[in-house]
């Protein structure tokens, strides 16, 4: 298991830059991309691509050494593009026009495809795997409703519906 590069490791490999062969900064770049680095704190030892260095670079001469740091995303586990809400009312916005399949159920799959072809959602905006997840942390299709349509055939109390079947 790779780990993040460490700050002090970060450091190093922009003061390699310095040392690098190369006319260019481009150029200095890249051959500090072909250099192996070990990380001073963890003992791994990581290579950069050029673009990852270049990056590095531009940061730490746009904003200092702060954005060296490995700091969390400050967004962290919060939806960027849609929200639990917009996606309840999309879904409750569907439901009524789908049919159930054999145990009573809309599909999920079915309900994603349905709100990308109606337009509610575009798939940049919200994945499938993120659709699953939000529905089933949020209980947008709660056991209530698939109880409900389960149940469609049952009375509450006996003799108010009898089924036959006739050959």
Same mark, same amino acid.
């Given at each position: 298991?790779?780990?993040?590069?460490?700050?002090?490791?970060?450091?190093?490999?922009?003061?390699?830059?310095?040392?690098?062969? =190369?006319?260019?900064?481009?150029?200095?770049?890249?051959?500090?991309?072909?250099?192996?680095?070990?990380?001073?704190?963890?003992?791994?030892?990581?290579?950069?691509?050029?673009?990852?260095?270049?990056?590095?670079?531009?940061?730490?001469?746009?904003h200092g050494v702060t954005t060296l740091d490995n700091l969390p995303r400050i967004d962290k586990h919060?939806?960027?593009?849609?929200?639990?809400?917009?996606?309840?009312?999309?879904?409750?916005?569907?439901?009524?026009?789908?049919?159930?399949?054999?145990? =009573?159920?809309?599909?999920?799959?079915?309900?994603?495809?349905?709100?990308? /072809?109606? =337009?509610l959602f575009q798939r940049s905006q919200l994945s499938a795997t993120?659709?699953?997840?939000?529905?089933? /942390?949020?209980?947008?299709?709660?056991?209530?409703?698939?109880?409900?349509?389960?149940?469609?055939?049952?009375?509450?109390?006996?003799?108010?519906?009898?089924?036959?079947?006739?050959?």
């Open positions: 298991m790779t780990t993040k590069p460490s700050f002090e490791l970060r450091l190093q490999v922009l003061a390699a830059i310095d040392y690098a062969p =190369g006319n260019t900064i481009r150029a200095r770049i890249k051959a500090a991309a072909e250099r192996s680095f070990t990380d001073p704190i963890s003992g791994q030892v990581h290579r950069f691509t050029w673009r990852t260095i270049s990056t590095w670079l531009y940061r730490y001469k746009k919060q939806r960027r593009k849609v929200q639990a809400n917009e996606l309840a009312e999309a879904i409750q916005d569907i439901l009524p026009t789908l049919t159930t399949n054999k145990t =009573g159920q809309v599909p999920k799959s079915v309900l994603y495809r349905l709100m990308i /072809e109606r =337009g993120s659709f699953y997840r939000m529905v089933r /942390e949020h209980q947008l299709l709660n056991s209530d409703t698939s109880a409900k349509l389960r149940l469609s055939f049952a009375m509450q109390y006996a003799n108010e519906l009898w089924q036959a079947d006739t050959t």
